[in-house]
């Protein structure tokens, strides 16, 4: 029996061509990420590409689907997919996109680049002060994976020494010189001029980064986010940045999105907020990424073999 595939990523006439090569016998719908398919979702046997959850309904047709984010947390709560369904994701796709967004972040609050942008807008010809510097920071990844391995290689090459934490340490591997286990986190951070987090949202991710986790922060270090809104609890943020104790943050990710107009974050000075976009399609690398990690893993189905980047659900 012929397989019914929907393709939920944006593609070129090229790659769908590419894609019906793979297998020839399939019936392929191909459809904008951001756009509901032709069809129930619920008539595919495969889905490539994110889709509305409840669009999914625990469908037991589903045999098999590739997220093309990263992150699979919408999927992975019960009822979303049936047990049957077999889930897989785009590790691997982001990497060079949020690394370099991140890292352009945590410059620009470095350099104080955010202030003298609200000084242009005020028409103000003012002197900001002193600066700080990448060259000799200790800079701690909070989640050492291809993105925080991304980001640690921007960092070494501007001269860091960089922490990597995992769950479970292990030896230290290039790009780290260290490697440090979550639990001993609260340590680690108070050596830290950078600590930047690409963590996803677990339960042991989950408001890590409250009053507590800020007070052990050295005076004058900078906070940055690009994995997950729940990692932060924004309240305490707050306070570290007003009370002077943090030098600045940058956020791509929040607890709440979009970002509810009446937040306190919108108004803090030396806080860089981007709306959940160094991960999406803007840089055309991760585009043509995702949709390759898609096309590898349909050649695995297609043959019998075991895919890439399994996700338990």
């Keep these: 029996m012929s397989k019914n595939i929907l393709v939920v990523i944006p593609t070129t006439a090229a790659q769908r061509e590419e894609f019906q090569a793979i297998m020839p016998d399939a019936r392929f719908v191909f459809s904008e990420q951001r756009d509901l398919p032709p069809e129930d979702p619920r008539d595919f046997d495969i889905i490539l590409g994110n889709m509305p959850p409840a669009s999914i309904q625990a469908s037991p047709r589903l045999a098999w689907m590739q997220t093309s984010s990263a992150g699979s947390d919408d999927y992975t709560r019960p009822g979303v997919l049936a047990p049957t369904t077999l889930l897989t994701c785009s590790t691997g796709a982001y990497g060079q996109a949020v690394s370099e967004h991140l890292f352009a972040s945590v410059l620009a609050i470095q350099k104080k680049i955010e202030l003298y942008h609200d000084d242009q807008r005020a028409h103000v010809w003012s002197d900001e002060g002193a600066v700080t510097s990448l060259r000799g920071a200790t800079v701690l990844v909070l989640g050492a994976g291809n993105i925080g391995s991304s980001f640690a290689r921007l960092c070494r090459a501007f001269g860091s020494h960089v922490i990597g934490m995992r769950r479970h340490a292990l030896q230290p591997d290039e790009p780290f010189d260290e490697i440090v286990p979550l639990d001993q986190v609260r340590e680690v951070l108070p050596q830290a001029d950078v600590v930047v987090s ?18 052990a922060m050295k005076p004058g270090a900078i906070f940055a986010n690009g994995g997950r809104g729940d990692l932060v609890d924004e309240d305490a943020l707050v306070a570290a940045l007003e009370s ?19 937040s306190p974050l919108w108004d803090i000075p030396n806080l860089l907020i981007t709306p959940h976009i160094a991960g999406y399609y803007h840089l055309q690398a991760t585009l043509d990424n995702v949709v390759a990690l898609a096309q590898a893993n349909l050649r695995r189905y297609a043959a019998g073999e075991p895919l890439a980047n399994v996700v338990a659900h």
Excluded: I, K, M, Y
């Excluded at 002077?244 to 009446?262: Q, S, Y």
């Design 198 to 215: 690409f963590l996803p949202s677990t339960p042991q991710t989950r408001n890590l980064a409250d009053a507590a986790f800020f007070a």
């Design 244 to 262: 002077g104790h943090l030098a600045g943050a940058a956020l791509d990710v929040t607890r709440t999105e979009p970002l509810p107009a009446n």
